[in-house]
């Protein structure tokens, strides 16, 4: 790849690779040709490239059929945007990125029409590295194409970019909420349920005590990302957020769910999906059985604070499961997902408790890890005390 340079222009040259080596004139030539093929109507004559690249970004739709297509030509029309003047380049981008959409490049998979158009939009965001604004837009929209097409590990996005970014474009409140939303999106339809908890985590932390009702619907995906993620086993954090606050009063049901996940059992599982039959499929759009196991690996874990010796028999009832090889299996698949830790001692017919996660993390968990601190570092000293006496007895003989 090889890159044009324009003095004065408004994208960075060296972060753009330019796919077409013809003049300016026989490109916009070819490319307006190109699209009269697939249906555009293009009136604009002569030589001048602002007027041209604007008809011909007004139809890029059209370049959704093929991924081949998609980014060939969609990269010949972004090494135009190297020479459009600085008061230009934003609507033109805008342009551009409003006609990339997720109707017109289909997914999924990196081989797809909206995979195709990703590289091309990453190209373009890279090459306006110095225009915060142009960025920011690009962005947006590579976003709405990373959901259709499934590929948002591929951008490699996490907290600490996101906010060098934010910080780098001076985005407002407004921007940030609808970034981060679009964000949990693409990271829910890539099967990144756990990193998107966090997303809506961060998102809700943006609301304020003055307008936490206007996010009930924000803090309703926050709760339902965070009880069908099967990693996640802790939600005080979220418990505490004054928009999820708001959801006692704006959806009751909802707010329940968050409480039993967050301190309930098994047991009250299931009376909530008797007093909520449709609640999961409906609210939740999970199957069953992924939140079964979750609640009774949240139970186990309740039953681990409680007991570091716990009956077999009692646990199969707590849990719902029969006392035999189902329990063996599931307690096992418990240690392996790190919920607790432990040995199963057949004979006594007990579980004996190792180690276990805590559902919750309050001041009483505080305590108690400051004070194992203490010994821990007592114990350090005590050593380190000792090994000096040993070696200057030594030294002394």
Not at 45 to 61: D, F, H, Q, S
Request: hydrophobic residues 45%; aromatic residues 6%; negative net charge.
């Amino acid at each position: 790849w090889h890159s044009l340079q324009y003095c004065g222009a408004m994208a960075d040259s060296r972060e753009l690779p330019i796919f077409n080596f013809a003049d300016d004139a026989t490109q916009i030539e070819d490319i307006k040709r190109h699209l009269v093929s697939r249906g555009a109507v293009i009136k604009v004559e002569g030589p001048e490239l602002l007027p041209n690249l604007t008809e011909i970004v007004k139809n890029a739709n059209l370049l959704g059929a093929s991924p081949i297509e998609a980014e060939n030509v969609l990269a010949s029309i972004a090494s135009l945007f190297l020479a459009v003047p600085e008061d230009k380049a934003l609507a033109l981008v805008e342009l551009f990125c409003s006609k990339l959409t997720p109707e017109a490049f289909r997914g999924p998979g990196i081989g797809s029409p909206a995979a195709a158009a990703i590289r091309v939009l990453s190209n373009l965001f890279r090459g306006f590295s110095r225009v915060p604004k142009v960025q920011e837009r690009i962005f947006s929209t590579l976003l709405d194409l990373c959901r259709e097409a499934r590929v948002i590990s591929e951008m490699g996005v996490n907290q600490t970019t996101l906010t060098d970014y934010f910080t780098k474009w001076d985005s407002d409140s407004k921007t940030r909420i609808t970034i981060l939303r679009k964000l949990h999106s693409a990271l829910i339809a890539d099967n990144k349920a756990d990193h998107a908890a966090k997303v809506m985590i961060a998102l809700l932390a943006l609301y304020t005590e003055s307008d936490a009702e206007l996010a009930v619907e924000d803090a309703q995906e926050c709760v339902r990302t965070a009880v069908v993620d099967p990693k996640s086993f802790s939600f005080d954090h979220i418990v505490r957020l004054s928009a999820v606050k708001q959801l006692e009063k704006k959806d009751p049901a909802m707010h329940r769910a968050l409480q039993l996940f967050a301190t309930g059992t098994y047991t009250d599982y299931k009376s909530f999906v008797a007093d909520h039959p449709k609640f999961v499929s409906e609210k939740l759009h999970v199957e069953e059985a992924i939140l079964v196991k979750k609640i009774r690996l949240l139970t186990l874990m309740s039953l681990a604070e409680k007991n570091q010796t716990i009956p077999l028999p009692l646990l199969s009832t707590e849990l719902g499961i029969s006392d035999g090889e189902e329990l063996e299996e599931f307690i096992i698949e418990a240690i392996q997902v790190n919920a607790i830790s432990g040995k199963l001692n057949e004979k006594e017919r007990t579980m004996q408790v190792s180690t276990f996660q805590h559902r919750s993390f309050g001041r009483e968990e505080w305590v108690t890890l400051q004070q194992r601190l203490k010994s821990l570092i007592a114990h350090v000293k005590q050593s380190h005390e000792n090994i000096k006496n040993v070696n200057e007895t030594v030294t002394a003989h």
